[in-house]
């Protein structure tokens, strides 16, 4: 039996509204900006919890959250324009207009994980635990900024005519493909592979809690890593908008670097046997 897809209900194809959710006078309010907020307290919220259930004092997790953010957008935003420059030379006023979009995860990965290693140093606690804490509130936030894609039309893939195709105005097209009218939402598939990774993620927290001399810490952190990093290898390969470093889509090559890491340090931790306590005291220097 052959499964029609061209059945399915006409639902399932995607029409962005636009970026602005309200515009009230001056003051504009943009899905985008709207999500990134969702984002951070919910992440902000569910990390204090996890690093209760670990014996953590909360409170470090909402102190953090505000380096996280002073460090993850400017770094997100700055690995964007570096890769995008002969777009911003010309027009360098439109460097600080993230609003508009244009940021980029493995900027904001970077840029957070620089800012939590001096976080970590500052206050004498363990960047592992740390990133144990943030790792599950870090890709399901990225679960829910993938849709501020959605409401800019961008991060789109090549053209397609499946039922749960997505709409791109013209004006959002590139050249090459400005006679289609229908590409994939890679913004959905990162978003559903983003909230796979989480449920895994807490599924080995929580299990980690009834069996804690099974999992080291460190454990979720460098987990993320390949585990996001192998839904982004295989999407990215479907993006018509990929950063590019010469023939190459970097956001592949950060991938495959991020699958090494993760894969490398979950066999330190577990093959290697190094001897890291299964909950590291706040109060205890990384």
């Given at each position: 039996?052959?499964?029609?897809?061209?059945?399915?209900?006409?639902?399932?194809?995607?029409?962005?509204?636009?970026?602005?959710?309200?515009?009230?006078?001056?003051?504009?309010?943009?899905?985008?900006?709207?999500?990134?907020?969702?984002?951070?307290?919910?992440?902000?919220?569910?990390?204090?919890?996890?690093?209760?259930?670990?014996?953590?004092?909360?409170?470090?997790?909402?102190?953090?959250?505000?380096?996280?953010?002073?460090?993850?957008?400017?770094?997100?935003?700055?690995?964007?324009?570096?890769?995008?420059?002969?777009?911003?030379?010309?027009?360098?006023?439109?460097?600080?207009?993230?609003?508009?979009?244009?940021?980029?995860?493995?900027?904001?990965?970077?840029?957070?994980?620089?800012?939590?290693?001096?976080?970590?140093?500052?206050?004498?606690?363990?960047?592992?635990?740390?990133?144990?804490?943030?790792?599950?509130?870090?890709?399901?936030?990225q679960a829910i900024g993938r849709w501020g894609n959605f409401f800019n039309s961008e991060a789109f893939g090549s053209p397609t005519d499946l039922p749960w195709k997505l709409y791109i105005p013209l004006v959002r097209r590139p050249p090459e493909l400005a006679n289609f009218e229908y590409f994939h939402p890679t913004f959905l598939y990162e978003s559903l592979w983003n909230v796979m990774v989480f449920l895994l993620l807490m599924f080995i927290f929580l299990r980690g809690l009834r069996n804690k001399s099974k999992l080291k810490v460190g454990t979720l952190a460098l987990l993320y890593l390949p585990t996001y990093s192998l839904g982004r290898l295989w999407i990215e390969g479907l993006r018509t908008d990929s950063l590019m470093l010469g023939p190459l889509k970097m956001a592949q090559v950060i991938s495959l670097v991020g699958i090494g890491l993760g894969l490398a340090g979950l066999a330190w931790l577990y093959v290697v046997k190094r001897q890291l306590p299964d909950v590291v005291s706040p109060n205890k220097s990384d």
């Open positions: 039996m052959v499964l029609d897809l061209s059945t399915l209900p006409l639902a399932f194809q995607f029409t962005s509204p636009g970026p602005i959710l309200v515009k009230l006078g001056a003051i504009t309010i943009r899905w985008y900006g709207l999500l990134i907020a969702t984002a951070v307290l919910i992440g902000v919220n569910l990390s204090q919890y996890l690093a209760k259930r670990r014996h953590v004092n909360p409170d470090l997790l909402s102190d953090l959250a505000i380096w996280l953010v002073i460090g993850a957008i400017p770094g997100a935003r700055l690995y964007y324009v570096i890769f995008e420059w002969q777009k911003y030379v010309s027009h360098p006023e439109q460097i600080i207009a993230i609003w508009q979009g244009g940021i980029a995860i493995h900027g904001a990965i970077i840029g957070g994980a620089i800012a939590a290693l001096i976080f970590a140093k500052l206050n004498r606690v363990s960047f592992w635990q740390l990133a144990d804490l943030v790792a599950p509130s870090l890709i399901l936030g």
